[in-house]
């Protein structure tokens, strides 16, 4: 690999791990004024993807970046992405309201072990005992970090052991999702004539079959929220109007609309410079850009935030799992004998 591609992998690794933290800190601060309607922020979410990746798309189209022979690639692959991941969300919320807060996050690294699986399955890859090795530990060290803040007794004690495998199938569907996405590059590069897919062709596509599976299975993702079909209207208009901020909500709604906002607009950001780093790399160096930036995230949360003025001692086992996961990601990612790179 030459100079300046590894630059530019460097340079994306890095906006990557920037945006994860923001991400994944503003996903808190959303929910403070939408505790009672993490569903609404969702559903938000999801359907926001739709509007603005085809207004970008679209964009891109008429100015040539994006060719019409990129928009007649086959759709199949895009509408399983969207079943995968409109079925990991579905997991996700569903085993997420049984779990405690911590097994969440420690739970939701199977998907790097999943990813490693998918893509020797799904795109022939080998891996050297290097990095298989690089990748548990930056898996350990995640778990050691985030473990950290838990309670002296059993983390999941009294908790069916339903929920953890459900939050370890979410992650598969999640998994399965981005090792698709990487193979719709490189299928993509091989009918493009070597110039791979624009990444907002896949971001698209692969976000419109998601909402429209989403819509599909409204009735059991409210139910899986607790709110019976018939609640769903109600409970929709008053998430609405804390969301605005306006009207008489029975709930305090302090930072509505700004910071659930703010949060989509990172969230795109992030999925944007992730599915970049997929474009330039690979799915699993990607996956263990955005691992790195959990225990960075877990600090910055400990601290006193706005809406959040609660904050939490860090242990030194935080630190020590946070030097296990740097030791993973340099070991992954040394550069490459002749004999490895045959492997890679």
């Known amino acids: ?81 969207g079943l995968l991941e409109a079925l990991g969300v579905a997991a996700g919320m569903s085993a997420g309201a049984m779990l405690p807060g911590p097994a969440i996050p420690i739970l939701s690294q199977s998907f790097l072990v999943w990813q490693l699986i998918f893509s020797v399955l799904l795109l022939g890859k080998t891996y050297s005992l290097r990095q298989i090795i690089g990748c548990l530990l930056v898996t350990s060290g995640v778990i050691l970090a985030v473990a950290s803040g838990a309670n002296d007794g059993h983390l999941l004690s009294g908790v069916k052991l339903i929920w953890p495998l459900l939050m370890v199938v979410s992650s598969a569907f999640q998994a399965g999702a981005s090792i698709l996405k990487e193979s719709v590059f490189v299928d993509g590069a091989k009918r493009l004539k070597g110039k791979r897919p624009d990444i907002f062709v896949v971001n698209s596509f692969g976000s419109g079959f998601q909402a429209l599976v989403v819509f599909l299975l409204l009735p059991l993702l409210s139910n899986l929220r607790g709110i019976k079909l018939a609640e769903l209207s109600g409970h929709l208009n008053g998430g609405a109007e804390c969301f605005l901020n306006v009207g008489e909500s029975p709930i305090d709604c302090g930072g509505a609309p700004f910071l659930p906002l703010l949060f989509i607009f990172v969230n795109m950001a992030f999925n944007i410079s992730l599915l970049n780093l997929v474009k330039m790399s690979s799915a699993v160096v990607a996956s263990l850009t955005a691992t790195s930036a959990v225990p960075i995230s877990i600090y910055i949360l400990s601290l006193p935030l706005p809406y959040i003025p609660q904050g939490a001692e860090l242990s030194a086992s935080f630190i020590f799992g946070g030097i296990v996961l740097l030791m993973g990601l340099i070991l992954y990612n040394l550069p490459q004998s002749s004999k490895e790179s045959k492997t890679d």
């Not at 996903?27 to 004024?33: D, S, W």
């Not at 798309?57 to 690639?73: K, N, P, Q, S």
């Open 1 to 81: 690999m030459s100079s300046s591609p590894a630059v530019a992998v460097a340079v994306a690794s890095a906006a990557v791990v920037a945006l994860a933290v923001a991400n994944r800190v503003l996903y808190k601060l959303a929910l403070v004024p939408l505790k009672s309607y993490p569903f609404l922020l969702a559903q938000l979410t999801t359907f926001g993807y739709v509007t603005v990746y085809f207004s970008i798309l679209y964009a891109r189209y008429r100015a040539g970046v994006v060719t019409r022979d990129m928009l007649t690639l086959p759709k199949i692959r895009f509408a399983v992405i």
